[in-house]
């Protein structure tokens, strides 16, 4: 019923920036956190960043200071501002979310279908 959709991946030189979108389909009451992962070729999926209803953050240690993940409630989105990308970077980003929906003020976690972010030159 809620979707996660993903968007703004792409190919890009090292050291350039993106901006991932994370869109949910239906309107958040609260927000207990958003969060972004990403899994590379053979690997496990891990945290990028994560945002509470507080405003609270977090990163992993290989994007700190280069990504911020922020949201803008009323749109019901989430982003992330990659910066000084790498090409350890590259990976496809997925959205993963823990709401309230206002509808039906029920709990929802999931996770959007993901966007491939490549890092290449």
């Known amino acids: 019923q809620v979707q996660l959709v993903e968007s703004g991946g792409g190919l890009v030189q090292p050291g350039g920036s993106l901006r991932l979108s994370c869109a949910a389909s239906?309107?958040?009451?609260?927000?207990?956190?958003m969060a972004w992962y990403r899994q590379g070729p053979g690997k496990e999926r891990e945290l990028v960043a994560k945002?509470?209803?507080?405003?609270?953050?977090n990163y992993a240690d290989s994007v700190k200071g280069r990504f911020t993940i922020s949201k803008e409630n009323g749109k019901n989105t989430v982003f992330l501002q990659m910066n000084r990308l790498k090409p350890e970077d590259t990976a496809v980003y997925y959205c993963?979310?823990?709401?309230?929906?206002?509808?039906?003020?029920?709990?929802?976690?999931?996770w959007g279908q993901g966007t491939q972010v490549t890092v290449s030159s």
């Open positions: 239906e309107s958040i009451f609260t927000t207990y956190y």
């Open positions: 993963n979310a823990d709401v309230i929906i206002q509808r039906t003020m029920r709990r929802f976690t999931g």
């Open positions: 945002i509470t209803n507080s405003g609270s953050t």
